[in-house]
């Protein structure tokens, strides 16, 4: 197995715009840096979760892809543009127990089982860079932990970019939140093209 070669395109999937970034992105400049350090965690806890999954269940997934991959698009692409809807409305005056649910550990965690590209991205990584070297359980453990520690840097990275131009996001939010909605209404048909 390259490690080289898995670590440059898990950082090059990793660090583009998608659901867990640009929420990470949105969630910072509405609140902070550290109000988002549940949901970063979240974010790299369902990245490891998945690409385990992936690591586990990777020959059954390819019997049943097509019908799999249909499935997660829907949800995610559904997922994604109510996202991107909520984003576009948004005032910025959201009621703290929404602001709470919306960023918290557990929505961060669950998105990525409902995340068309981190799925496709763990079933990718592992098909290609994984499986075919014959991998052991430490091996599987050890790149499922690798993704979440890189998932980890580059959602706390977009939420730390949130953060630092907070005054100047905050100070164009209508604008911000038309490109955040327009953003993801991408990432969402972008699972289908």
């Not at 097509?66 to 409305?89: D, F, H, N, Q, S």
Request: glycine share 8%; net charge positive.
């Amino acid at each position: 197995m390259s490690l080289f070669a898995l670590v440059s395109y898990a950082v090059a999937a990793s660090f583009t715009p998608g659901p867990n970034n640009l929420m990470a992105l949105d969630g910072a400049r509405r609140w902070g840096f550290r109000r988002m350090k549940a949901f970063v965690a979240g974010v790299s806890a369902g990245c490891f979760g998945v690409t385990l999954l992936a690591c586990l269940l990777n020959l059954a997934l390819y019997q049943w892809i097509p019908g799999v991959r249909i499935v997660m698009g829907v949800l995610g692409t559904a997922y994604m543009l109510w996202l991107a809807w909520k984003i576009y409305k948004s005032t910025g005056n959201v009621a703290e127990k929404e602001m709470t649910l919306a960023y918290s550990l557990r929505a961060g965690f669950w998105l990525q089982f409902v995340n068309p590209k981190l799925l496709l991205y763990a079933i990718t990584a592992v098909s290609t860079f994984v499986m075919p070297y014959h991998p052991s359980l430490p091996q599987l453990l050890g790149v499922s932990a690798l993704l979440g520690v890189i998932a980890l840097f580059s959602s706390g990275s977009w939420a730390a970019f949130g953060a630092l131009f907070q005054p100047f996001l905050k100070r164009h939010e209508r604008a911000f939140n038309g490109i955040m909605a327009l953003l993801l209404v991408y990432s969402a048909a972008a699972v289908w093209i």
